[in-house]
Structure formats: structure tokens, C-alpha cells
């Protein structure tokens, strides 16, 4: 079994900042990638950020400069720093991940979420 457990979220007010932790879980031979999606009220899901295995990585343009994410391959743990926030962030964030497991080349796994909320 292969599980992604986030944790960090919360109320902040606008302008202050949280830190997204997702750490992977189970029998996974490799993870190809990482990254942070979130849904908003009435909003579909949308990505956030993504990291490679080989480091690369992509910001959706609303977030650049204000998020960063990062990745710890001993810990198969990926994080999300968010800083100068904003109302217009509050979503349920996820983690995603696709990992080498056994029969898989390439299995995507999910998290729960976690829930932002940004105050004005």
C-alpha cells in the first residue's frame, strides 16, 4: 500500500505564511514526481507546483514567488512553503505523487488534503 499523508494547514491571516508537508509511505521504489494541487470554493482543481525526480520544477503563474516547493528524496517527503498569503489562496490543498511500485511503472497517489484558510 502507498499512502500520502500531508500535514500544516490551518487559519492564517493574509500576508503570513504555512508550511505544506506530504511524506510518502509504503513499498515504492522510486518517486518520479511530487506536487501540490488545490481546489478552491466552486472552483475545480488546479496545480500549484511540481517537483521531478531529477529536481526540476513548475509554479502555476498566480503563485510565483510567493510559494516554493521542495523536496527531501530520504524522506520521500515533499513540502510546500507559503509565504505572503492571500485570501484568493484558501483551497483544500493535495498532494500528488506518481511512484515506481510493484507492477507499476508509474502509479499516481493521492493525499486527503489539507485545508488553507487565508483571512483578510
Known amino acids: 500500500q502507498v499512502q500520502l499523508v500531508e500535514s500544516g494547514g490551518g487559519l492564517v491571516q493574509a500576508g503570513g505564511s504555512l508550511r505544506l508537508s506530504c511524506a510518502a509511505s509504503?513499498?515504492?521504489?522510486?518517486?518520479?514526481?511530487m506536487g501540490w494541487y488545490r481546489q478552491g470554493p466552486g472552483k475545480q482543481r488546479e496545480l500549484v507546483a511540481t517537483t521531478t525526480s531529477g529536481g526540476s520544477t513548475r509554479y502555476t503563474d498566480s503563485v510565483k514567488g510567493r510559494l516554493t516547493i521542495s523536496r527531501d528524496n530520504a524522506k520521500s517527503t515533499v513540502y510546500l512553503q507559503m509565504n505572503s498569503l492571500k485570501p484568493e489562496d484558501t483551497a483544500v490543498y493535495y498532494c500528488?505523487?506518481?511512484?515506481?511500485?510493484?507492477?507499476?511503472?508509474?502509479?499516481?497517489?493521492w493525499g486527503q488534503g489539507t485545508l488553507v484558510t487565508v483571512s483578510s
Open positions: 500528488n505523487a506518481g511512484v515506481v511500485a510493484h507492477g507499476h511503472s508509474n502509479l499516481e497517489v
Open positions: 509504503g513499498t515504492i521504489f522510486r518517486i518520479n514526481y
